[in-house]
């Protein structure tokens, strides 16, 4: 991987066990099919290691979805906003691998998690809103539409008229929400189209994630904390 995944899970399993299913590391059999196998996998453990390939903003792939799915604990890697994972959970549902000084520190700390039952919990708190969630999903499309122009504080007839009139479809949901969620109102109300930064500014430099932890001086203040 780009920001040196490999490398980093390789330093965590001298310090706790992991099993890892996938080509790289491998040290398990029995699950080969991506998607539906991972997401069998992932329900046999309190943790899943869901850290991408690259670091880039806005960068947050299935693996982050598989994870939560799950009822696993995520383990997600996001350093200045490349990604910004407050962006996709909500606070205290997830280990930043950011916020430890060191590896041997997130093992412990992982380690101490697992062992009490009300600690591991407690990062499984949102769970208590999934029969909202059931309900939302079982709603028709406009149903949904209003129940998110309600949230957002949006015009519930512009909304419909606009996006449901247009194209029946459940994904343009998805597409609206993170539009809003990604965009500043000022551009909203502006109808400005942002373009896509730079790779050299949007994503963090290769081999990143050791590079942090390989660096005597860290500078925390800038991590993003769950």
Request: aromatic residues 10%; hydrophobic residues 35%; positive net charge.
């Amino acid at each position: 991987a780009h920001n040196g995944r490999e490398l980093f899970v390789q330093q965590l399993m001298l310090e706790l066990k992991v099993d890892s299913y996938g080509g790289c590391l491998n040290n398990r059999q029995g699950y080969g099919a991506r998607m539906v196998d991972n997401f069998a996998a992932y329900k046999n453990y309190k943790f899943v290691i869901a850290i991408e390939n690259s670091n880039c903003q806005d960068y947050v792939s299935e693996k982050l979805i598989l994870a939560v799915s799950s009822g696993s604990i995520p383990i997600v890697a996001g350093f200045n906003g490349r990604p910004d994972y407050r962006r996709y959970m909500p606070e205290h549902s997830y280990i930043n691998v950011f916020d430890y000084s060191s590896i041997k520190e997130l093992a412990n700390d992982l380690k101490r998690i697992g062992s009490n039952k009300t600690l591991y919990e407690s990062y499984l708190w949102y769970k208590k809103y999934d029969h909202d969630i059931s309900k939302l999903r079982e709603m028709p499309l406009n149903e949904k539409l209003k129940h998110l122009a309600n949230t957002i504080g949006s015009n519930t007839t512009m909304m419909i008229d606009g996006i449901a009139a247009k194209e029946k479809s459940e994904n343009k949901v998805c597409k609206l929400i993170r539009f809003v969620r990604q965009t500043p109102w000022q551009e909203i109300s502006a109808h400005k189209r942002t373009s896509r930064a730079d790779s050299s500014i949007a994503c963090l430099p290769g081999r990143y994630i050791m590079n942090y932890f390989d660096s005597p001086q860290k500078n925390t203040s800038t991590t993003i904390r769950s």
